[in-house]
């Protein structure tokens, strides 16, 4: 079993940053994509941002020039460092792992989510 434990939502203004962390623990041979997604009230989750073993990135149009994603493979850890907030960014967000056993496939696990509100 997997577990993603995540950390640093809270409550700003528009135009200021916030840090996500999220890091993996448990049965973990490896892991083949970390990323972070986020689900408004009443709208569909979304990908926010993305980052793979090679180190390959992948943002939503939405975000893109605003927020980082970064990782550290050695650790299972992944970061979100979201610059100039909106409050279109208010949402729950989740961070995500596909992780490989040791058999070779690969297993979806979600962290429990971190509320991010940004006040206008």
């Known amino acids: 079993q997997v577990q993603l434990v995540e950390s640093g939502g809270g409550l700003v203004q528009a135009g200021e940053s916030l840090r996500l962390f999220c890091a993996a623990s448990?049965?973990?041979?490896?892991?083949?994509?970390m990323g972070w997604y986020r689900q408004a009230p009443g709208k569909q989750r979304e990908l926010v941002a993305s980052?793979?073993?090679?180190?390959?990135?992948n943002y939503a149009d939405s975000v893109k020039g605003r927020f980082t994603i970064s990782g550290d493979n050695a650790k299972n850890t992944v970061y979100l460092r979201m610059n100039s907030l909106k409050s279109e960014d208010t949402a729950v967000y989740y961070c995500?792992?596909?992780?490989?056993?040791?058999?070779?496939?690969?297993?979806?696990?979600w962290g429990q989510g971190t509320q991010v509100t940004v006040s206008s």
């Open positions: 995500n792992a596909d992780v490989y056993d040791s058999t070779g496939r690969t297993n979806g696990y």
């Open positions: 980052i793979n073993q090679g180190g390959s990135t």
């Open positions: 448990g049965s973990i041979f490896s892991i083949n994509v």
